[in-house]
């Protein structure tokens, strides 16, 4: 039986966006690939009564100048706001290397970085030789987390692996190499931090690939797979789904658009 203090609070801070997109990039053999489908951007914070973990560090300006997309705030900005200073965070999770998902780690010059070694495999190995495969990356990032590895303070899962009591990840491949899900103890269960897993409700319930990947048949496994780990399909938390912002309540009025608390229960919303 958990104490109380192994028991998480879990929550989305969004900090940008993209409404220029349609269904085609989201969903492979879409009957409506040209209808609009925006796409939110998140990182996520468990936090207990004794410890912080920040899950993914995002992209910064540059990036978003650089891949037209809508930075709202940086995610240092977005932990200032939820009253976390990002220069004093201990442990982060990055669930894979993606640009927006393995950004901005300068912003975290304490941290101690968790992350499947089959991911730094693969952002350092052969299948980065093709522009296609590559494309999602950001060199400077991947330099960044070899540099952290060199200075001791990057630590590598090999499947499944405890960051802290009752926070577990899982990898969770076939968008990339070496993608892992976060598997976090709440007061209303497991909850299970998909990522890129599954970006959308939609992946995952309807068994539908995203366009970005890796291994088809490992998406598919992955989905399954974090039903099982999941208390529920209501405890899978998307990784870029927009519904994640109606579903859940804000944390307070003054963090509306920005802070979503995750370990209540979500409500049903018209999708």
């Given at each position: 039986m958990a104490g109380q203090e192994d028991i998480y609070e879990v929550?989305?801070?969004?900090?940008?966006?993209?409404?220029?997109?349609?269904?085609?990039?989201?969903?492979?053999?879409?009957?409506?690939?040209?209808?609009?489908?925006p796409i939110d951007y998140f990182v996520w914070v468990a936090r207990s009564?004794?410890?912080?973990?920040?899950?993914?560090?995002?992209?910064?300006?540059?990036?978003?100048?650089?891949?037209?997309r809508t930075l709202l705030r940086t995610p240092a900005e977005a932990l200032s706001q939820f009253g976390?200073?990002?220069?004093?965070?201990s442990d982060v999770i990055v669930t894979h290397m993606h640009y927006d998902?393995?950004?901005?780690?300068?912003?975290?010059p304490e941290a101690h970085f968790h992350l499947q070694e089959a991911e730094m495999a693969y952002v350092t190995g052969a299948c980065m030789?093709?522009?296609?495969?590559?494309?999602?990356?950001?060199?400077?990032?991947?330099?960044?987390?070899?540099?952290?590895?060199?200075?001791?303070?990057?630590?590598?899962?090999?499947?499944?692996?405890?960051?802290?009591?009752n926070l577990t990840v899982h990898k969770i491949a076939g968008h990339t190499g070496g993608l892992q899900c976060v598997r976090v103890l709440t007061k209303r269960g497991w909850v299970v931090l998909a990522s890129d897993a599954s970006h959308f409700?939609?992946?995952?319930?309807?068994?539908?690939?995203?366009?970005?990947v890796l291994?088809?048949?490992?998406?598919?496994?992955?989905?399954?797979?974090?039903?099982?780990?999941?208390?529920?399909?209501?405890?899978?938390?998307?990784?870029?789904?927009?519904?994640?912002c109606a579903k859940y309540p804000k944390e307070s009025a003054a963090l509306d658009?920005?802070?979503?608390?995750?370990?209540?229960?979500?409500?049903?919303?018209a999708e």
């Open positions: 929550f989305a801070l969004k900090y940008g966006e993209r409404t220029d997109r349609v269904r085609g990039e989201s969903f492979l053999f879409d009957d409506a690939h040209n209808t609009p489908h009564a004794t410890r912080t973990i920040v899950i993914d560090t995002g992209f910064d300006r540059k990036e978003a100048e650089q891949r037209n976390l200073d990002s220069r004093t965070i998902h393995a950004g901005t780690l300068a912003d975290f030789c093709y522009d296609v495969m590559r494309h999602p990356f950001s060199a400077d990032h991947v330099c960044a987390m070899v540099r952290n590895l060199y200075s001791g303070r990057v630590s590598f899962a090999e499947g499944d692996a405890e960051i802290a009591p409700y939609e992946n995952f319930e309807q068994r539908k690939i995203f366009p970005i291994n088809a048949r490992d998406m598919l496994k992955g989905f399954e797979r974090m039903e099982r780990l999941a208390e529920s399909r209501d405890h899978v938390i998307p990784g870029h789904d927009p519904l994640v658009g920005v802070v979503y608390r995750l370990d209540v229960a979500p409500k049903a919303v």
